[in-house]
């Protein structure tokens, strides 16, 4: 593990505080419970040796186990290289896997959005919840950017106008952390009693160049528990092949040879459409969240400014600006954050069933003033 940490610092896969914060995560350092991070109170050595009594089946009560990094840690985690995984993974395979039947239960139960506070969670390869205070630390801007993301298609699908509060909890996998088990506080603007709901929505998005967003969960959290015989199975995304493949080019106009066909294809958002839509805006955050991924500057959403969008679809409407309901489309947005100009491309695609979305989002190019 040591050769492998100094290789990724040597070529530049790494920066210092990432790999401090890796080994921290590995030697069980966080002895208090954090917001935002481990649930434990547990030392280094009392994990160690609970570790050891619950593989042997001594104490039912010694079986609780931490998570053993924070939320920051998993994700800084999946900057690593397709190489350096694989060796993580050969590292846990050695150590073994011990599982509570009632966490596994448990996750049948709430598609692992919830867990009573006594069952004990995996240690290795296991889903783990986070949590997070009104006024103390918030969950990272890619989180906020999912909840959000869950919010507008619920109410994108189900025509309610839920409003985004705030994400108290999410759960995830570790030590690789791919799906994003959200929890988010609503309230719905077309109620008159101003209590607050609760949302749950999953959000996957695997290791690839561009960010590739696949949502399989999007509901009002149920009153009981469901079981669900599908749930943790990829569903085969069945879209029309123009949505299909690599993202297309990024267009600020028609195309130049455009016929009757693409006139009708495509649809110049207007301000009006811009200020009625607000998740036109989450869109464009996307965008921006990958830009400021990239290390290009700091995510400021404030200091974003729309220029234009383009939107692209082959479902028909009576107007044209109902090609913003189409469940599948394509927007060529243009923006400018931060003194620069943008290009990106962002794809909305379903496969019919409900609470599915697939959104893909890729950026072109940045533009300084000279």
Same mark, same amino acid.
């Given at each position: 593990m040591a050769d492998t940490l100094r290789r990724m610092l040597e070529s530049g896969k790494l920066t210092d505080e990432q790999c401090l914060s890796f080994l921290r995560g590995l030697d069980f350092d966080k002895e208090a419970k954090v917001v935002g991070g481990c649930t434990s109170e547990i030392t280094p /050595?009392?994990?160690r040796e609970r570790e050891k009594k619950a593989i042997q089946g001594t104490n039912e009560e010694e079986e609780a186990v931490d998570n053993r990094k924070s939320l920051r840690q998993l994700l800084d985690i999946r900057k690593l290289s397709g190489e350096d995984r694989y060796f993580i993974i050969r590292q846990l395979d050695e150590e073994g896997l011990v599982v509570d039947t009632r966490?596994?239960?448990q996750i049948a139960d709430t598609q692992g959005f919830d867990f009573d506070p006594d069952v004990p969670i995996p240690r290795l390869k296991g889903i783990s919840p986070f949590y997070f205070g009104e006024n103390e630390e918030q969950p990272p801007a890619e989180m906020v950017l999912y909840g959000r993301l869950g919010v507008h298609w619920f109410n994108f699908e189900q025509k309610r106008k839920l409003e985004f509060i705030r994400i108290p909890k999410l759960n995830t996998e570790h030590p690789f952390s791919f799906s994003y088990?959200?929890? /988010?506080e609503v309230k719905d603007v077309d109620a008159a009693a101003a209590d607050s709901l609760t949302l749950q929505t999953l959000v996957r998005?695997?290791?690839f160049p561009h960010m590739k967003l696949y949502m399989e969960r999007c509901r009002i959290k149920p009153?009981?528990?469901e079981r669900d015989p599908e749930f943790n199975i990829f569903h085969a995304y069945v879209v029309d092949e123009f949505y299909q493949g690599c993202m297309p080019t990024f267009l600020s106009e028609l195309p130049e040879e455009a016929d009757d066909d693409d006139g009708v294809r495509f649809y110049e958002v207007q301000a009006k459409d811009i200020d009625n839509n607000d998740w036109l805006r989450l869109y464009t955050e996307f965008a921006l969240f990958q830009v400021c991924e990239a290390g290009s500057h700091s995510f400021l959403p404030k200091e974003m400014k729309i220029k234009k969008i383009l939107v692209e679809t082959l479902e028909t409407h009576t107007e044209p600006s109902l090609k913003l309901e189409s469940l599948n489309a394509i927007f060529h947005i243009s923006f400018r954050a931060n003194s620069c100009d943008y290009t990106s491309v962002v794809r909305r695609t379903t496969d019919w069933i409900p609470g599915h979305m697939f959104l893909e989002v890729e950026n072109f190019s940045r533009?300084?003033?000279s």
């Open positions: /050595v009392h994990s966490y596994l239960c088990f959200i929890t /988010v998005r695997p290791f009153t009981k528990a533009e300084v003033p």
